[in-house]
Structure formats: C-alpha cells, structure tokens
C-alpha cells in the first residue's frame, strides 16, 4: 500500500501531465531550470568579459597613462572571452541523454516509445533496429530525421514512414547516427531537454569501443535493456565493463522487459526474479563497482514496455486503458515501470545537472578569479600611478608659482638697474660733450683745408669743417664714454640671462640664445643743422674803427644790430629794456660820428693852435699807418682764422643747447637694448610658464582618466564578485549533494 501511495495511477499519470508541467513538478524540470539559469549567467560572464577586454585594452594602449595594464592581461581576457563564447556555445547543445543498449530485440525501442507515450520508433516483429537514433524534441510542428552524411531534413509524421526512411537510407549501418526531431507539442517528455539513444544489439558488432567514443561518452544515464526470459549475457556485460573503463561509475539503470511472459508461470515469479535481481546486483555492485550493495536494487526494474506502450496509446486516444489483451499483474508492472521513470528522472536530472555544467561552472569560477587578479592589478597600478601623477603635478604647481614669483622680482630688479644705468649714461655723456665744447678751439684749430673767399670754396670749406668737427667730437665721445656703457650693458644682460635661466625649461633654455654684439652706441650730435644758421664775416674791419669801437663796448652782434639802426632810426617796439639801453647807447655814439665832419675841423683847429701842428700830424700818420698795416695783413689766412674764431663761438653756443638732450639720446639707446633683451628673455619665460600650465592640464586630465580607470576596475571587480556570488548560488542549488 506504501508504493501504491507513492506512485499515482496510469490514469492519474496522464491527466495530470499538464498541471505537472504547469508547476515544474517533473525532476526533469531542474535541468531545464539549471540550464537556463547557468546559461544566463554566462551570458552575463560573456558581455562582462568582453566589456572588461574592452576596458583593459584601452588602458593598455594609453601609453601616456603609463604601465597601468599589460598586453599579458589584454590578451589574457580575450582568450577567458573565447572560452566562455566556446562554453557557452557548448551549454546551448547540452541536453539530459540517456542510451538504451541491450540485445537485439529486447525491446529497447518499445521501451523508448513507452515512455515517450507514443509510438515514436520502429519496432516489433520485423523492425529491428540497425544504427544509432537520437530522438529529440522540436519546436516544429512536423517530425523530420536528419542523417551524419546530410543534414536535409526527412519529414517523417508516422512511423512507418520513419522505417521507410531508415531503409531508404543504403549507407546507413551499426556505427551510424540518425536524429529524430519529433515535435515537442506531440510528447511531454521531450519539452525538457531529454534525449533519447536507441542502438543497435550489443550483439551485431565488435567494435563497441568505437561506440563508445561516438556515442556514449556524454550520456548521462545508461539503460540496460535485458530480456526476462534469459540472463545478462557477455556481450553485454562486455559493453558496460568498457563504458565503466571511460566513464567514471556512470548511472546504470537495469530492465528486465518482457516481464508479462513470467505471468505463464506464477509459481516460480518471485524465484526467477530473485535470480535476476542478485545477479543484476553483482554486476552493478561487485563487477562493475558503480554503485553499492544497497542501492543496486534500485537500480533494477522488471517491466513490460509493450503493456505499457499499449495502455498509454489507448488512454491517448480515450479507450480504458486495461483494453485489450493484458496479461495479469498488468497494474504491479505499470507501477513498476513508472518507478522506473520516476527513479530515471531523479537520476538523469542530478547527474546531468552535475556532469554537465560542474566543470563549465568551476571554469567560469577561475575566469572570475583571473579578472578579479586583473582588475585588482589594474587598479594598484592605476594608483600608484594617480599618486606619482599628483606629486608631479604639484611639483609643477610650485615650479609655475617659483617662476611667476621670480620673474616678477626680477622685472623689477632689472627695470632698477636699467634706469640706473640710463641716467649714468646721460650723465657720462653729457660729461664728456661738454668737455668735448670746451676744446672746440683746438678741434677746429686742427682743420686744414684749401681756403679761398670766394662763394663756392667758402661753401665747401664750412662743410668739409663740419664733418671733420661732428667726426672728431663722435670719436672722442665713443673714445670716451662707448667702451664704459658696452661694459656696462653687456654685465646688465648677464645679470638678466643669470636670473632667467633658472627659471626656463630645458626644452627653452636649449633655443636660449646670448644677445647680440652688434649693439653699439651712437652719437648723432646734429651739427650740420645745428650750424645751418652759420654766417660767417670776413670782411676787413679796422681795429680803431668805430664798428670795432662799437663792438668792444657792446658786442659784436650788438654793434651790428645798433649800427644797423642809426642807418634806419626806427626801433622795435617788441625789444627788451637791455636791447633799448644797448641801441640808446650805439646811437648816441653814431650820432657823434655824424658830426664827426662838423666837429673835426673845429676840433682840429682847436689842437692845431694848442700843440702845434706837428703832434697833430704824427698822431695822423700813426693812425693812418696802423689801418694801413692791418690792411695789408688781411689776407685769406686772416680771413679763414676769423672764419674759424667765429665757427667756433658758434658751434659752442649750439652744442651747449643740446647736451641734455644728446645725453637723453644715448640713454634712450641704451634702455632700448636693455628692454629689448630683457622682453626676449621675459618671452621665453612666457613659454616656460605655458610649457608648465599645459604640463599641469595634461597631468589633471591623465589623473581624471586614471581615477576613471580605478573606479571601472573597482566596478569590474564587484561586478565579478557578483557573477561568483550567482555561480556559487548555482552551486549550492544543483551541483552540491544533499
């Protein structure tokens, strides 16, 4: 009554089909679930390692990031994203499959179609199987076959038309495979990722080896179809001995079919099933050692496949089910074999669960440790590089505020010595001119030239005496003042140089070049506009002359500008009280020379009578010999050393006017060069200070970037320790034993 508990009716079986499927109450739903839960992971893996190879590529390409990754760990995530593209591609062909092998005609087929509800393969009298079946579910509506030789789909909607196909099929023998897709919405079973071997008798062929390696090595549960009515034979234990060589203790189930024809001889049935069942057990438990001694017996079922195929089709098409010819005892062996099922479910479902994704989830597990070591490599690397990039950063900061400090300090230093050295300079070199005006005499006194009064010579002679006096003056100058000012300027410009060059880059201070020599101070003194206004006065005039008189009393120019007004009495109202005192004065003197003609005969009368005649006519004779010899000595010499006394008095006057500003001249030269070099200077440390802002932009940008590449290795990280915490889920859910 106990089993009768546990296992429902066929009836029951059936109707409840649905609403078993509807709530995942079949064992084989715990493969499909796993599957795709271990398939959804490693999709997830997948596009995870394939974002982080992205990620890990583009931080070891950026060179000027430095050796924050490697080639090695780019290459290294390629080929865990290869991996897990060929595991994944791999998990999308696992299925749960189970491999029927037996004798020929021990019901292998029937034992298939049985459980599949439906009369799926061909069997029974003159159907015996002659090559591998693989018999999987579809999501098409219409069965088809393929073959190893083609892949042309064979449509195929009844079984007779699937042993048509078969043998139509020439080429077709033991060692051959032919897949059966057959519409999942025809059979239950299939929709769960269960496959379905039939083989060939273990007893047509010697080459079980090779069987093996084709088609065994991936099942995950092998059923040995016996006949009742005889024992195991050799052949067949000669298979298992050789799967068990391959396979480490795989799942074998025993059935003993064709258990209907013990009804004949109810007497001996418990007696000739204990025979099977310690025989049966010594296999599995002491020759092949897969299983123990106690849970051999439930590995080992006595069954009538063709009972329950007949009760199934019959219940499918809405007939009782105990219609027809059943042998009695029909219910215990239905029972029996639903057992079977429910036992083959449980067991093909774990150990697929295990031998199929075990390894895959172990792998995936090593994948996520490589890219955690990566990305925990990534980001210490990246870090230690970020601090090495800050400390640089900063030392550019404090370099960019040295230098900004410095030059300030120094323009200001610099723009000192610079009107230092201006004002020496107007101060030396108005020095000098003056020194220079004073010995004017002895310049032009050293001036020869052909002299002659006449217009054109005049002309060229006061020329020629100009340039001899402006070239005499520039070379004394230069003489005195350019040798001291060159001195001085050039140590100014070291100076500058000195102080600049700490301050500049390497890169600058290489295109640091020294100043120019050509510098040289000039003196334009003018002279030719300064004497353009020269008009000499070389005309004979007698030393006791009433102009010379005149002159020795107010001045040469004073005489001529009084003389010039006794001839015109009309004065300038615009003059001077000195100027009226001046001309007041030469006029009276000229008015007595107008009178002189009136007065000298009354005067001379006047002499005559007192001192005689005589002393009259030697003072005469004296005066008119003194006039004639001066008359006689004014020769052109003469004339040209008045020329030069009068070129002198006036190129004196002139220069005096213009001493500030010829010593303003030379200072402004100087401070040009002296700014000029110093801006050329200033510049380059423009460019240094800009090399240094685009050093601590470009280092800010690589810190952004390396904090960038620190918290996507932190989020690849966790995002691996989240992908373990799934797969160690998955773990504990289906691979780890109760």
């Not at 051959?176 to 897709?181: A, I, Q, R």
């Amino acid at each position: 009554m106990a089993e009768e508990s546990q296992l429902t009716s066929e009836p029951e079986r059936e109707a409840g089909h649905g609403v078993m499927d509807a709530v995942d109450a079949s064992p084989l739903r715990r493969f499909v679930v796993a599957k795709s839960l271990i398939t959804s992971i490693f999709d997830q893996l997948l596009d995870f390692v394939k974002d982080g190879s992205a990620f890990v590529d583009e931080a070891w390409r950026g060179d000027d990031l430095g050796q924050v990754a490697v080639e090695e760990q780019s290459l290294e995530l390629q080929s865990c994203a290869t991996k897990l593209w060929t595991i994944k591609e791999v998990l999308v062909r696992r299925h749960m499959k189970v491999a029927f092998f037996g004798r020929t005609s021990n019901g292998k087929s029937t034992v298939i179609n049985a459980m599949l509800r439906d009369r799926v393969l061909p069997s029974g009298i003159g159907h015996t199987t002659n090559c591998f079946l693989r018999v999987e579910g579809t999501d098409a509506d219409e069965a088809y076959l393929t073959t190893e030789a083609s892949s042309d789909r064979r449509s195929v909607t009844t079984v007779n038309q699937l042993a048509h196909a078969l043998h139509m099929v020439p080429t077709l023998d033991s060692g051959s495979l032919v897949k059966v897709m057959w519409p999942k919405s025809r059979c239950a079973l299939l929709r769960d990722d269960l496959v379905l071997m039939d083989s060939p008798g273990t007893d047509v062929t010697l080459e079980l080896d090779s069987w093996i390696d084709k088609f065994c090595l991936d099942a995950d549960v092998f059923v040995l179809v016996g006949n009742a009515e005889s024992t195991l034979m050799n052949t067949e234990k000669l298979f298992f001995h050789k799967v068990s060589e391959r396979i480490s203790k795989p799942n074998i189930f025993i059935l003993h079919n064709r258990w209907d024809a013990s009804v004949s001889e109810p007497e001996y049935i418990e007696e000739v099933r204990k025979q099977h069942l310690d025989r049966c057990v010594s296999f599995l438990a002491e020759e092949l050692k897969v299983v123990s001694l106690d849970e051999a017996p439930g590995r080992i079922f006595f069954v009538s496949a063709k009972e329950v195929l007949s009760s199934r089709m019959q219940r499918a098409q809405g007939m009782p089910e105990t219609g027809g010819a059943l042998a009695e005892g029909f219910q215990e062996r239905l029972r029996e074999f639903q057992m079977f099922e429910r036992t083959f479910e449980e067991f093909i479902s774990q150990s697929a669960v295990k031998t199929k994704f075990e390894q895959h989830t172990v792998r995936a597990w090593q994948i996520t440790e490589a890219i955690k070591a990566v990305m925990d490599a990534i980001n210490i690397a990246s870090a230690n590089r970020k601090i090495c990039c800050l400390e640089e950063r900063e030392d550019q900061r404090d370099r960019l505020d040295f230098v900004r400090g410095q030059i300030n300090r120094l323009t200001v230093n610099v723009k000192e010595k610079i009107k230092t050295l201006t004002d020496d300079v107007a101060a030396k070199v108005a020095t000098a001119l003056t020194d220079q005006i004073r010995s004017l005499p002895i310049v032009v006194e050293e001036f020869r030239a052909d002299f002659n009064p006449t217009q054109e010579t005049l002309a060229l002679y006061k020329t020629k005496l100009l340039q001899h006096v402006e070239e005499r003056l520039v070379v004394s100058l230069s003489h005195r003042c350019s040798v001291g000012v060159l001195r001085d300027i050039a140590e100014t410009q070291r100076h500058m140089i000195d102080g600049v060059q700490p301050l500049l880059s390497p890169s600058v201070l290489d295109q640091l070049s020294a100043p120019s020599a050509s510098f040289d101070l000039t003196y334009d003194l003018g002279l030719v506009a300064l004497c353009a206004d020269f008009h000499e006065n070389i005309e004979f005039q007698f030393s006791l002359g009433w102009t010379a008189l005149v002159g020795r009393f107010i001045g040469a120019s004073g005489a001529k500008r009084a003389l010039g007004a006794a001839a015109d009495t009309r004065l300038q109202e615009t003059s001077n009280f000195k100027d009226d005192m001046v001309v007041s004065i030469a006029t009276g003197l000229s008015c007595v020379s107008s009178r002189a003609s009136m007065m000298a005969m009354v005067i001379g009368g006047v002499v005559w009578r007192s001192v005689g005649w005589r002393l009259l006519a030697l003072s005469l004779s004296l005066y008119g010999l003194l006039y004639l010899y001066e008359k006689l000595t004014w020769t052109d010499g003469s004339r040209e050393r008045a020329l030069k006394r009068q070129f002198v008095e006036h190129a004196a006057h002139r220069l005096r006017a213009v001493v500030p500003a010829a010593g303003s001249a030379c200072s402004q030269q100087v401070h040009r060069e002296l700014a000029s070099t110093f801006s050329r200077l200033a510049q380059r440390v423009d460019l240094s200070e800009a090399e240094l802002e685009g050093n601590i932009r470009q280092l800010s940008f690589r810190i952004q970037r390396l904090e960038n590449i620190q918290r996507r290795s932190k989020a690849f990280r966790n995002r691996a320790t989240e992908l373990e915490t799934q797969l160690e889920a998955f773990s504990v859910q289906y691979l780890q034993e109760v």
